[in-house]
């Protein structure tokens, strides 16, 4: 079993920036691919950004390239989420999510993926 816990969300301005980070326990997740989702009031939980095993290879929903990074550091097991130029629109839950091996490449924004899942931190962007 694997437990995430994310942590950094808070309220902040447009145009200010956060950085989320996803700290694992149970086991090591240094060959998981690791994913952040967001789920907005009244909307389904979305795709954010995932990294895989290897760190090399990162994936980013539209709505946030440019101004978002995910990264990782695998001898602290921790995944973080670097939110730059942040909008109204960015304000939701952002859930931490790893995926054990194999991973589909194909699907990788898919919730159905990821085998384990944060309890969520607040984001909220104020206009």
């Known amino acids: 079993q694997v437990q995430l816990v994310e942590s950094g969300g808070g309220l902040v301005q447009a145009g200010g920036s956060l950085r989320l980070s996803c700290a694992a326990s149970g086991r090591t997740i240094s060959t998981y691919a690791m994913g952040w989702f967001r789920q907005a009031p009244g909307k389904e939980r979305e795709f954010v950004a995932v990294?895989?095993?290897?760190?090399?290879?990162?994936y980013l929903a539209d709505s946030v390239v440019g101004r978002f990074t995910i990264s990782r550091d695998k001898a602290k097991d921790t995944v973080s989420l670097q939110m730059d130029s942040l909008k109204p629109e960015d304000t939701a839950v952002y859930y931490c999510?790893?995926?054990?091996?194999?991973?589909?490449?194909?699907?990788?924004?898919?919730?159905?993926?990821?085998?384990?899942w944060g309890q969520g931190t607040q984001v909220t962007v104020s206009s």
């Open positions: 990294t895989m095993w290897s760190g090399g290879n990162s």
């Open positions: 999510a790893a995926s054990r091996p194999p991973f589909s490449l194909v699907k990788y924004s898919w919730e159905t993926e990821y085998d384990y």
